[in-house]
């Protein structure tokens, strides 16, 4: 978990200040912060090890053509959606919004990070509840964007080697909900809450 949370901090980083060592020194203070929380001296000296590898190999593969690519409209930014028809708010924070600079396409990221399998990491993104309310949401609360879907965004290196020629990002399929399955969604809160 600290080294999830500290490659989402500096992929934050990276999409707002452009820079890798702002990046890098932002998730090493976010361990250095959860310090107390790792077992032990060789797990966190692991962590760093890995966070500022993962964080390196994803600018230089994927980064900074993101830059290109893509206008970061809001980065880690929380959303408090009303589910209509009670008094209850879900709390959000999608890792990013980004606009496509050529088709104009908004895309919701998805930041996953795995040691064990990028399939099923993919599959839980792809599937699972979080997108379809990050569709829902954001959808709700920025109208203006009408997100066109959700981007995984895989960030695997496998936990058994320190070989940084194992690690991999994957962008898997989009997930895409139509207004149908996103008010499915909402209704289901309903029931739940």
Known sequence: L????????????????????EAVKVALEYCEECKSQVESKEVYEDILYRVENLLHYWIERVGKNDLVQYKAVEVEQELIVPIEGTDFKMT???????????????????TKTSG???????????????????????????????????????????????DVNNIQFIRSDLVFRNE????????AMKQLF
Not at 126 to 140: I, P, V
């Open 2 to 21: 600290v080294l999830g949370g500290a490659f989402h901090e500096g992929k934050a980083t990276f999409y707002l200040k452009k820079k890798e060592k």
């Open 92 to 110: 959000m924070r999608p890792d990013a919004i980004l606009k496509d600079k050529g088709s104009e396409l908004v895309l919701i990221l998805e």
């Open 116 to 162: 064990f399998s990028h399939r099923l990491t993919s599959e839980a993104v792809y599937y699972g509840d979080q997108a379809t309310a990050y569709l829902w949401g954001t959808r709700k609360m920025r109208p203006k964007l009408n997100p066109y879907a959700v981007m995984p965004d895989v960030a695997y290196w496998n936990k058994t080697t320190r």
């Open 180 to 187: 149908y399955q996103t008010e499915m969604f909402e209704n």
